[in-house]
């Protein structure tokens, strides 16, 4: 009876959001969008209100492209309605991990998980997140991979939130019984969240956000196991287009066999191949360290 009426549901909904496309009225659609994400909190149907604001934001970006005038209101609304879709899809995780017996995910995932909200909920919580259900599966996880320190972080943090009956025995036990343990975290976590960019191990949790704390690099994150992967975010200079940026990211490096066998072979005036059986000549400036170092070095300034 239930899935009926789910399904039903839908049908009505998608019936709804067909006849506005139609009649090409996409405000009305994003509104009727909107009321069905928040019913959808409410419920704590999660993983449905991270879909919802995932068609939310692509509705926005459509009406951004088709209007002018609000274009800029939309691509705003589209970046924070897409950033709300995947707390949403993210927390649906340690929901069904605090309230179901069994759990499909693996320690390390979970653990990731955790992480990956908290360092994104430094600011407001979304409605429906809890952060105590996140805080407690970070301090489980924590202990079973031997976080020690993180793991008495979230006992320390938990003590100051208003704690369910249901947790709080556990919560207790586990405040005592991690004292024992030694005030380290392992050291195989904290490599893991190396920046790939200026290469400055960073925390396990992050109070400045999902960045890195020395060159402010965004963190890119897997969707299975939310690892952090080793991604850098550049951005293209003015005048490149986005078909010429794919033309010039597949071009192969020219190999050539002239040079000294022990450093860098230069082709041309501006083109530099690295020989594997040497390295780099730290005479000669590479122009990628460069680049990045003044990158930093103007982020800092600002």
């Excluded at 955790?114 to 979304?126: A, I, Q």
């Excluded at 970070?138 to 003590?159: T, W």
């Amino acid at each position: 009876m239930l899935l009926k009426t789910h399904r039903s549901n839908w049908l009505l909904f998608f019936s709804y959001l067909s006849a506005f496309h139609k009649a090409g009225r996409q405000n009305e659609a994003v509104k009727v969008l909107e009321q069905l994400t928040h019913n959808a909190v409410v419920e704590n149907r999660f993983n449905d209100a991270g879909y919802y604001y995932w068609m939310l934001s692509m509705q926005c970006l459509d009406i951004g492209r088709e209007c002018e005038e609000q274009r800029k209101e939309m691509l705003e609304k589209f970046e924070r309605f897409q950033h709300l879709a995947e707390l949403y899809y993210v927390y649906r995780s340690i929901q069904h991990y605090t309230d179901e017996p069994f759990s499909s995910h693996m320690p390390e995932t979970l653990f990731n998980i955790c992480r990956f909200l908290l360092n994104n909920l430094t600011k407001d919580v979304p409605p429906g997140i809890s952060k105590v259900n996140t805080l407690f599966a970070l301090a489980k996880q924590s202990r079973k991979l031997g976080a020690y320190k993180l793991a008495r972080y979230a006992y320390e943090k938990l003590q100051e939130l208003h704690i369910p009956s249901r947790f709080l025995e556990s919560i207790e036990l586990g405040s005592l019984t991690i004292r024992s343990k030694p005030f380290h975290d392992s050291e195989d976590l904290i490599e893991d969240m190396m920046c790939y960019r200026c290469s400055t191990n960073n925390p396990l949790l992050n109070n400045q956000g999902s960045v890195c704390i020395n060159c402010r690099q965004c963190f890119i994150y897997s969707a299975s196991s939310y690892e952090v992967l080793p991604l850098v975010q550049f951005y293209l200079e003015e005048g490149i287009r986005d078909e010429e940026a794919l033309s010039l990211i597949d071009l192969e490096v020219p190999h050539t066999d002239e040079g000294n066998a022990r450093g860098p072979n230069m082709v041309g005036n501006d083109m530099q191949a690295l020989r594997i059986d040497g390295g780099l000549d730290y005479n000669e400036e590479d122009p990628f360290t460069a680049k990045m170092s003044f990158e930093v070095r103007k982020e800092r300034t600002e």
